[in-house]
């Protein structure tokens, strides 16, 4: 089975677990043989350090100008995502530009208001971190329904909660490509037991 690439976007202020928790299901996540099953990458507009929420320092792997078209490309929250980088015409056409390519696009938490920025989630039912929902109804009329899930799968396009969900989430998208029995054992690895209780 050919590695499934994985890109997950960071940026200042981003919100730690947002990156970090789907970062490490994905790079734990093994076939029977022990062959990872996933190459993840994190990709920044630029290649410098990064503070992440609470001066958390992070370094990414690739530049936007580095980094290839992934299968998999996720776009992560926090006060960066929705104060800052909401301004940022460039990264937002980034965004707007990788969704026609990558095979899935997922947000998590307000990693949301990025996509619905580039245009992504019109007419979408979608959801994100609840204390965030009204402001991205607000915000993105054109959005057809923002709802408290756990997450939404809409096959290219998923949208999480916040925080943990992104790990739910992330899970979810394990078993959807590689099968239950290795997403299974990947959250008993984590010890995630709100995969078991779903």
Not at 29 to 45: C, G, I, Q, R, Y
Not at 61 to 76: K, Q, R
Not at 163 to 170: H, K, W
């Amino acid at each position: 089975m050919k590695e499934i690439s994985v890109h997950i976007l960071i940026f200042n202020e981003v919100e730690v677990l947002d990156f970090s928790g789907p970062f490490e299901v994905f790079s734990i996540t093994e076939d029977e043989d022990k062959k990872k099953l996933f190459k993840v990458s994190l990709v920044a507009e630029k290649k410098e350090l990064l503070h992440a929420r609470n001066g958390f320092p992070i370094f990414p792997h690739l530049s936007l100008e580095e980094a290839t078209v992934p299968d998999i490309l996720i776009i992560p929250g926090g006060y960066g995502a929705e104060e800052i980088e909401i301004h940022n015409k460039k990264l937002i056409g980034w965004i707007r530009e990788m969704e026609s390519k990558v095979k899935i696009l997922a947000s998590i938490c307000t990693g949301a208001f990025l996509l619905a920025e580039a245009g992504i989630l019109d007419g979408m039912e979608i959801t994100t971190h609840w204390m965030d929902q009204e402001a991205l109804r607000n915000k993105y009329p054109k959005i057809k329904k923002v709802v408290h899930e756990k997450f939404i799968d809409h096959g290219h396009i998923l949208t999480s909660g916040g925080v943990s969900r992104g790990i739910l989430m992330s899970l979810h998208l394990v078993e959807k490509l590689v099968g239950r029995k290795i997403a299974e054992f990947t959250a008993r690895r984590m010890e995630f037991d709100p995969y078991f209780s779903e």
